[in-house]
């Protein structure tokens, strides 16, 4: 691989983290302006799915080979992720909400050793028992989760389905006929609004708040604002190019350059939301991403489970 190229996947990987970190300081304001979480689901993933239209009629061709693969990845990988996840930072903050679903990587490893009943590698499980350990620092369990208990059930909520966006994923990239990613990304949006219009019904959002202002802090945002941002930049510009750095690295190392999505949120939400993380929530914040960097740093341990193994290196947070 040149240099050049290298360096142009590992900017891409990162400007990707940056945006998909920046969703939740823009949504959680409007959800606390009056917007239901659920419609704030629906109007990210139906804005993205309108401006990534062109790219499925471009991939028609999967509806027809991949039907089955696309029902799932939208309903689970877009859908599951994105209203688990919104639900929970409108009960708690986003760091701790993003640190939760985090631990999708781990939550796979316990499918595939535990119900594929297929090994995985010392790096893979001391990974996830690192990341157990920070996760339970983060919710300060020896306080009696003191922090909301149902914002942490959505939260892990969120990480199950993200790590059946990996089983997805493996699926789909087995044998010769490999599913386009972009038409992959654009469909499972499509699918998305799909299921999120019978869940969230979208007819009944309170459109006054989306034509008023939203708090960011001691500022005032126009609403539309902060929600193109939330569609255009930390979705459809934040899906582009993590597809991009991902075929311009290794999936092991844009996965890793990914995990400072987790940084990013908390640091915005720090700077401007104002929501402080506890030093042992720091500390757990830490571990969280420490293991997800362990677990993917891992190895096939035999050429029959190199994919379930493998899975890790994909990017967790991009749904």
Known sequence: MQASGRHAGLGLALISAIAFGGS????????EAGLDPLHMVWLRVAGAALVLSPLAWRHRDLV??????LAGFGLVAVAGVQAFYFASLSRIPVGVALLLEYLGPALLLGWVRFVQRKPVTRSAAVGAAVAVVGLACVVQIWAGLSLD????????AAACCQAFYFVFADQGSDGDDVPDPMGMIAYGMIVGTLVMT???????IDWQVL????????????APLLLGWVVLIATVFAYLTGVVSVRKLSPQVAGV????????AT??????LGEYLATWQIVGGALVLGG????????????????????LDRDPSKV
């Open 211 to 222: 034509g008023g202002e939203a708090a960011v802090g001691d500022m005032m945002v126009p």
């Open 267 to 272: 640091v915005l939400a720090w700077v401007l």
């Open 149 to 156: 208990l149902l914002g942490v059930l959505l939260g892990l």
């Open 257 to 264: 350059v990914a995990c400072l999505e987790a940084v990013v």
């Open 64 to 69: 027809r080979r991949k039907p089955l693969l």
């Open 24 to 31: 939740g300081v823009a949504a959680k304001p409007l959800i």
């Open 198 to 204: 019978v869940i969230a019904r979208p007819w009944q």
């Open 292 to 311: 997800a960097f362990i677990a993917q740093t891992s190895r096939p341990v035999a050429p029959g489970v190199a994919e379930p193994v493998a899975a």
